[in-house]
């Protein structure tokens, strides 16, 4: 008998509906599960006491805009096979899989890979199990399925991704200029020459995504205190390795290591965290009862580099950087009905190139507060 799961989701005021077997056995994989137990800013809740919410619903969020982007496509009598369509789906599903332990503040850190190769391997870990169910998904995330339009569903610079984190991030934390026309951007996507395009009508919204994203970005993903917390966590990681090299370290190599990598979440973190509290060690000891206490060092940002402190785990510098729009990568293009499809850069009159292709570099200082 079919399975048929309604998941409410209040980011869409609604319900998430999901009766594909094989969809369903994805989320209720082991792999998948312990997305409920990552947050999806990280420390942010620190700053904005909402944001707790998870990867395992934004994954979820981002599978319900691929069903109606997919939808609104075969409308428009693009052709998207069923098994396209659970393939797109698939890759949607999973594109985050790979994130440790409070998302990406630990990138890179428990494990020297970057969380989309981490990705990869935990599809095609689950792919076998699978018995090749996920070989379409696999093939659409790494962009080698010939329907190149169906990869940018899943990461282009106007994504599925993209569209449900603005919107669910901007819900959590209350900050307003996340809020962007999703239904409106999806009922105006459209493939032409196998290249996700916005039909005209939908330039302004899709103006108003790109701005809301620069400004999502300092408001709450590169919030100043939200970094201080950040720089605290790594301060305390790196500390507990210097005292034990075992601590947290995984070997991407190693035969268990998907196993393993995929037992750790915020929660071992943080239990840890509270565990050294009571460190022989003084500054793990410190740095611990900061971040649990809240005590987080000052931070002060600039628009040219601070002069580098002495070295120390309570004190440092760092860069921050914020462009909204990548002209490296697949611009976002304009379809219009006489057939003519423009870069978002001409066919907008509101952003210019030199807006899109400005990237504004910020320079922070952190060390305990006076």
């Given amino acids: 008998m079919n399975k048929h799961k309604i998941i409410n989701d209040p980011v869409y005021d609604g319900f998430l509906s999901v009766d594909d077997p094989v969809i369903l056995q994805v989320i209720d994989h082991p792999f998948f599960q312990r ?16 944001a707790m919410h998870t990867r395992f619903s934004h994954m979820l969020g981002a599978l319900n805009l691929m069903g109606r982007a997919l939808e609104v496509l075969k409308q ?21 899989i790979g994130h440790g332990p409070f998302s990406h503040t630990s990138e890179r850190v428990l ?16 792919n076998r199990e699978m018995d090749g169910a996920l070989t379409t998904a696999i093939a659409i995330f790494k962009n080698e399925y010939p329907k190149h339009f169906l990869h940018q569903l899943v990461s282009s610079q106007l994504d599925m991704d993209r569209l449900d984190y603005l919107g669910r991030d901007s819900f959590f934390t209350g900050v307003s200029e996340g809020i962007v026309g999703t239904d409106r951007i999806i009922s105006m ?19 108003k995504f790109i701005i809301s994203r620069r400004l999502m970005y300092w408001q709450v993903y590169m919030h100043k205190t939200v970094i201080a917390a950040d720089q605290v966590l790594l301060a305390i990681l790196r500390r507990a390795r210097e005292l034990d090299p075992t601590t947290f370290r995984f070997d991407p190599a190693a035969p268990d290591f998907l196993d393993r990598f995929a037992e750790v979440d915020d929660d071992d973190i943080m ?74 850069s001409d066919a ?16 922070y200082l952190f060390r305990p507060k006076e």
């Fill in 35 to 50: 997305q409920r137990r990552i947050k999806q800013l990280g420390l942010t809740y620190l700053v904005y006491p909402g």
């Fill in 189 to 207: 996507l459209n493939v032409h020459d196998d290249e996700l395009v916005v039909d005209e009508k939908g330039i302004y919204s899709i103006e």
């Fill in 76 to 96: 428009k009598e693009v052709e998207i096979t069923d098994a396209e369509c659970r393939g797109a789906k698939l890759a949607i599903l999973l594109h985050d």
């Fill in 111 to 126: 494990v020297d890979v970057e969380h989309e190769i981490l990705t990869e391997m935990f599809m095609e870990r689950m």
């Fill in 348 to 363: 907008s009159d509101q952003l210019d190139r030199h807006f899109l292709e400005k990237q504004v570099t910020k320079y």
């Fill in 271 to 344: 239990v840890a965290v509270k565990h050294w509290q009571h460190s022989d060690d003084e500054i793990l000891r410190t740095l611990c009862r900061n971040l649990v206490s809240r005590r987080l060092p000052a931070i002060k940002l600039s628009n040219t580099p601070f002069e580098k402190p002495e070295a120390s785990y309570f004190t440092g510098t760092g860069a921050l950087h914020n462009r909204s729009y990548d002209f490296n990568d697949h611009e976002i293009k304009v379809l219009y009905k006489d057939g003519r499809c423009v870069p978002i």
